[in-house]
Nanobody, 127 residues
Framework: QVQLVESGGGLVQAGGSLRLACAASGRTFGFYATGWFRQAPGKEREFVGAISWIGGTINYVDSVKGRFTISRDNAKTTVYLQMNSLKPEDTAVYYC????????????????????WGQGTQVTVSS
């Protein structure tokens, strides 16, 4: 059973930066795509971005393009979400999620496509 643990959340002023980490364990052999999602109070959980297993394909929602960067470590045990130029509207609980895939990677931002989820980490951006 894949287990995901997020870390790195906190309180930051607008314009500041945070780096979230998603540590994975319990994977079986195969390719795993990792996605980042967020859920603000009173809103639905939304897609932020995703990275393929090799890391060659990364997709972002328009609202974070140019500010957020997803990367994967060489050991492929941890995925990072570097968040720069943070805005109050980025305040949310951030979740990482994974899905196993075979063959060619195809991007998806649909929550239902991701089987494994972390517990989330709170990010609060003050104005």
């Amino acid at each position: 059973q894949v287990q995901l643990v997020e870390s790195g959340g906190g309180l930051v002023q607008a314009g500041g930066s945070l780096r979230l980490a998603c540590a994975a364990s319990g994977r079986t052999f195969g390719f795993y795509a990792t996605g980042w999602f967020r859920q603000a109070p009173g809103k639905e959980r939304e897609f932020v971005g995703a990275i393929s297993w090799i890391g060659g394909t990364i997709n972002y929602v328009d609202s974070v393009k140019g500010r957020f960067t997803i990367s994967r470590d060489n050991a492929k045990t941890t995925v990072y979400l570097q968040m720069n130029s943070l805005k109050p509207e980025d305040t949310a609980v951030y979740y990482c999620a994974e899905r196993k895939y075979t063959g060619r990677y195809t991007y998806t931002g649909s929550l239902s496509d991701y089987r494994y989820w972390g517990q989330g980490t709170q990010v609060t951006v003050s104005s």
